[in-house]
């Protein structure tokens, strides 16, 4: 489930108190005055079987005995009792119950079931909505609601706070009142048996009361679901996370560095980053920063100019930005040459801009100008420190119609004695900060909001079309180790899957000893590289069984032999499976790169990119992000690494070819979204210089799962399995999903449709689609929405888009809406028809129950085609608008194996 039935958890017109009180300091007590006395409109019922009253109010005996079903129910009773209440409650009608009691995991039934597993299944039947059970409650202080035993109550205003800590949850809740921060809801989630952060965030998203959503996570259970609904939700409104738990538990039992490295914080980080949220480290820097968003003008990039009227606090301000990862901006020509003739000659003569402690009102005014024109600063900072020699508040009155047209932020340093001029400029809209440090915090939390904000809707270039996997040869690879027991690859097999996917690998051949390896070494000819082979090393260089170099037949055979003996000392137990010799490869200029994935408990698999070599975990320099990854996204998880800089070249050091990087990111990308059986996979050392990428170590290990290669992804990959080929009456097309690359295509396929087609589907005209709404038309999620495109020619060679269809199924997946467009010039071909009942096919398989749309009643084409289809037809509330429906799955009661009645669907 996701928002069915949540309007009755949020937006009730009834409450029912279960287990309310008046015994002092009690949970029931405590929500019966909370919700008693928080103005709610609509009917509260008190239930208590052992009294009349309850806190001067009638109280009723049981569910039954209640004078209608509520909307919403509370419930605070003993553990034992709730599985039983929630069934009477499904059955009179509740839709909704907010389950405060704690404990239902820890007790069983008399079935063996936890009491938690009991209430689900209880509330199942009816398709009722549990907050909780373990939660402190819900607020909604629009509409009166304080369903919850916090200690205080809320302000009304539209940011909506979701946590699983309910300790925290009471703190947030006073921190915020205390400070007049207004709440459109405060979700205590608890233990989310039913309702998680994935069904609150589809639902906040689309709640026009809420501007900003803000989160604090301690762990995520469904992580495709959570990132679905954080991905459109981010696409609406900011959202903001803190997330709880930075410890990297677990890392010393992987096989690979990869393994290693990729801590479950990094993930999360990555997951939150992919899905174009933000996130802060504490809960004060989770509402000064949708302050910030508020408040700030959205800036473009991460370079900063700051202005200061102290040298000391231009200082650490900078510390502040580059240990944050920004950038100082650097000041043009024509803006040091303004400065100088603005400034005293003893300014700071760059930026940090230090106009000296004895700056009159005009020297603020005149440089805060100058910098806003500078084209190489995203921002300016502006910092005053008290002085004797102007007013503070005299300097704001003057700054702030400058400061107020945009990318500046402020920061007074100081006490009480500058509350007058930060009230001037936070009336002027300006955000105003305390310290230096909260300042540029700020300002790195615009930056990095715009970066993930814009991950989400970047354009990525095309994959070179001659990527095409070996996957047959691959497939082979790992059967052929299953079938002997065996999970960790040995080298050349590794090196040989990654070379079905493209990736460039050295040679190598496996030798069964000494002499055997003297004799493949001249077949590659010298000099060689010789490594040894033993299923129970995982570090080659752990026991010395790397060498470098081999000259000769000679050196090669000592070598072996050397290696032999040290693995006996250093690894008695360790069998010797025989040595893999390569060729030795010169590019003594390539920086020594990793790449690596492996597989969260969380979300599934992740890839890895980092500085490589034998001591990648010490340097510990490296970023991890989400597959399936495109160029765009292999190029911004390598540009979060402090080894990208050494790729630009330096010194006499030209650039690295960045885009063969990039294609062996989205290569070994592609190979995890095709094989469930990699669980951990290592290309180390792999090198990269101008003259392109190439990998001289893999390590791969692999498992037995049942589980689907796609299943185990936190994110749908592009879904390959449904392209079709259809012949129209006068050619061939393909109809495909449609992928972000399709941008441009897309583009120009709109603008060669007509006019008057263009009203028939968007019911205006359109004459112009900016990046943003293309990026929405082709950046899709998979798993909630789909768009089939016809290409032609089919086989894709300088292709063209001559026809789109899509469906957007809500949250629930019950019910989808459909879109279609055809170019003006080649209708009556039949591709109507086709895209039509391709959609269709798709909606009933994925068990979507009804496909729905809105239809011009002048547009006679399209009507046809419904009813040819077997779409319902109604009118509109709108005469020129016709509403059609095709029902393609019912909902029936059927039983489930204790004869119990539960909702099944039936396929039409």
């Given amino acids: 489930m996701t928002i069915r039935n949540l309007e009755f958890l949020f937006r009730p017109k009834s409450i029912a108190v279960i287990g309310a009180s008046d015994r002092e300091r009690s949970v029931g007590a405590t929500v019966t005055r909370n919700l008693l006395s928080a103005g709610f409109a609509g009917p509260v019922y008190l239930v208590n079987p052992r009294v009349d009253h309850v806190a001067g109010y009638p109280a009723f005996r049981d569910v039954a005995a209640l004078p209608r079903a509520p909307d919403l129910a509370v419930i605070a009773t003993p553990p034992r009792t709730v599985p039983a209440i929630i069934g009477e409650l499904g059955a009179r009608g509740t839709r909704a119950a907010v389950v405060l009691t704690a404990g239902l995991g820890a007790e069983r039934d008399a079935e063996g079931r936890t009491l938690s597993q009991a209430m689900l299944d209880a509330a199942r039947a009816h398709l009722l909505r549990i907050l909780g059970p373990n939660c402190v409650g819900l607020l909604v202080p629009g509409l009166g609601i304080n369903a919850s035993f916090a200690h205080t109550a809320a302000v009304p205003g539209n940011l909506a706070f979701v946590s699983q800590s309910g300790g925290l949850t009471t703190a947030v809740l006073d921190w915020a009142r205390s400070r007049g921060i207004g709440l459109s809801h405060f979700i205590s989630l608890g233990d989310a048996a039913d309702v998680d952060f994935g069904d609150t965030l589809d639902y906040l998203a689309s709640e026009g009361g809420t501007h900003a959503i803000l989160l604090y996570i301690e762990s995520v259970r469904d992580a495709r679901k959570f990132m679905s609904a954080a991905r459109a939700a981010a696409r609406n409104k900011p959202v903001l996370v803190v997330k709880a738990g930075r410890a990297r538990e677990g890392a010393q039992a992987a096989m690979s560095h990869t393994g290693a490295l990729a801590g479950s914080d990094d993930v999360y980080d990555a997951a939150i980053r992919r899905a174009g949220m933000l996130r802060v480290n504490t809960v004060a820097q989770l509402f000064d920063a949708v302050q910030t968003l508020a408040r700030a003008t959205a800036v473009k990039g991460e370079r900063l100019a700051i202005m200061t009227n102290g040298g000391g606090p231009g200082v650490m301000a900078t510390d502040a930005l580059i240990h944050g990862g920004g950038k100082l901006a650097s000041l043009s020509r024509q803006t040091l040459e303004r400065l100088d003739s603005l400034l005293p000659s003893t300014w700071s003569h760059g930026n940090p801009v230090d106009i000296i402690g004895d700056a009159p009102i005009e020297r603020y005014v005149s440089t805060l100008r100058t910098l806003m024109e500078e084209p190489e600063a995203d921002a300016i900072l502006f910092m005053h420190v008290p002085t004797a020699i102007v007013p503070a508040a005299d300097i704001a009155r003057a700054c702030a119609p400058v400061a107020r047209k945009g990318r500046v932020l402020a920061c007074w340093l100081g006490g009480d004695a500058l509350n007058e001029a930060r009230r001037i400029f936070a009336d002027a809209g300006i955000p105003v900060y305390r310290t230096p440090e909260e300042a540029v915090t700020a300002f790195m939390q615009l930056a990095n909001y715009r970066r993930n904000q814009q991950a989400l809707m970047e354009t990525p270039p095309s994959v070179p079309v001659d990527f095409a996997p070996e996957r047959e040869k691959a497939r082979n690879i790992v059967h052929a180790a299953l079938q002997e027991s065996r999970e960790v690859l040995s080298e050349p097999e590794a090196k040989a899957m990654l070379a079905a996917y493209g990736i460039p690998v050295v040679r190598t051949t496996i030798a069964t000893d000494a002499n055997d390896a003297a004799r493949v070494a001249e077949e590659i000819g010298f000099p060689v590289a010789l490594k040894i082979l033993s299923p129970q090393v995982t570090h080659k260089s752990d026991v010395g069984g790397v060498v470098l170099d081999l000259q000769n037949a000679a050196e ?69 992000a989400l597959p399936p990854l495109n160029i765009a996204l292999a190029r911004e998880l390598v540009s979060r690494t402090r080894i990208s800089r050494l790729l630009d070249g330096y010194r006499d050091r030209p650039p690295a070819d960045r885009q063969a990087l990039y294609l062996v990111l989205t290569q070994v990308s592609q190979l995890i979204v095709d094989f469930a059986e990699v669980a951990e996979l290592d290309i180390n050392p792999l090198l990269v210089d101008d003259k392109g990428a190439i990998a001289l170590d893999a390590r791969i290990r692999v498992v037995r799962t049942r589980a689907s290669a796609t299943e185990r992804l936190a994110i749908r990959p592009y879904p390959q399995e449904l392209e079709e080929r259809v012949r129209l009456l006068d050619r061939e097309v393909l109809l495909r999903p449609i992928r972000p690359e399709d941008e441009t295509l897309h583009g120009e396929f709109l603008e060669r449709v007509e006019q008057e087609d263009l009203q028939l589907r968007f019911f205006h005209a359109v004459r112009h689609f900016p990046h943003a709404e293309l990026a929405r038309f082709t950046q899709i999620d998979y798993d909630r929405e789909m768009a089939f495109i016809a290409v032609c020619p089919a086989d894709g060679q300088a292709a063209e888009t001559l026809g789109v269809v899509r469906a957007i199924s809500d949250p629930d997946g019950g019910r989808a809406e459909y879109a279609i467009l055809v170019r003006s010039d080649v209708k009556g071909k039949g591709l109507g028809a086709a895209l039509m009942r391709k959609i269709i096919r798709y909606c009933r398989e994925r068990g979507i129950r009804e496909v729905v749309g809105e239809v011009l009643a002048v547009n006679q084409r399209m009507l046809a085609l419904c009813r040819e289809l077997g779409f319902e037809m109604t009118a509109g509330d709108d005469p020129q608008v016709v509403r059609v429906r095709l029902e393609l799955v019912r909902l029936e009661l059927g039983s489930d194996s204790r004869g119990r009645q539960i909702p099944e669907r039936r396929v039409g």
Avoid: C, W, Y
């Fill in 556 to 624: 090669v055979k000592n070598a072996a032999a050397a290696m032999e003996r040290r693995l006996r000392e250093a690894a008695p137990g360790a069998t010797l499976a025989g040595f893999s010799v390569q060729e030795m490869i010169r590019r003594p200029r390539a920086p020594e790169l990793i790449v690596g994935a492996t597989v969260d408990p969380i979300f599934g698999p992740v890839i890895l990119f980092g500085h490589g070599g034998v001591a990648v975990e010490v340097i510990g320099d490296r970023a991890v």
